[in-house]
């Protein structure tokens, strides 16, 4: 069984910062790619920013400049620094990742979600 555990939302002014980290655990080979997707109310879960294992960091332009993705291989966990957070950053916080898993099958994992909300 794989697992992906998210921690680190939460209540923020705007302006202010977060950090979200991921941590993957489980029975696997090894992870492709890692990446943060947000989901706000009434709207679609978008890619906030990922990377495949070794290859270039991808972020969605709404966080370019703000947000910075890192990748602790040895830890096999994830991170997000949000930086001058605004209001509408505010949304669930999901980590995915896809797995190499024990006879060859690849497949895509789910955090639980973690809730950022940025209001004065």
């Known amino acids: 069984q794989v697992q992906l555990v998210e921690s680190g939302g939460g209540l923020v002014q705007p302006g202010g910062s977060l950090r979200l980290s991921c941590a993957a655990s489980?029975?696997?080979?090894?992870?492709?790619?890692m990446a943060w997707y947000r989901q706000a109310p009434g709207k679609e879960r978008e890619l906030v920013a990922g990377?495949?294992?070794?290859?270039?960091?991808n972020y969605a332009d709404s966080v370019k400049g703000r947000f910075t993705f890192s990748r602790d291989n040895a830890k096999n966990t994830i991170y997000l620094q949000m930086n001058s957070l605004k209001p509408e950053d505010t949304a669930v916080y999901y980590c995915?990742?896809?797995?190499?898993?024990?006879?060859?099958?690849?497949?895509?994992?789910w955090g639980q979600g973690t809730q950022v909300t940025v209001s004065s």
């Open positions: 995915s990742a896809k797995f190499y898993l024990p006879g060859l099958t690849i497949a895509r994992y």
């Open positions: 489980g029975s696997f080979l090894s992870i492709n790619d």
């Open positions: 990377s495949s294992n070794g290859g270039s960091t």
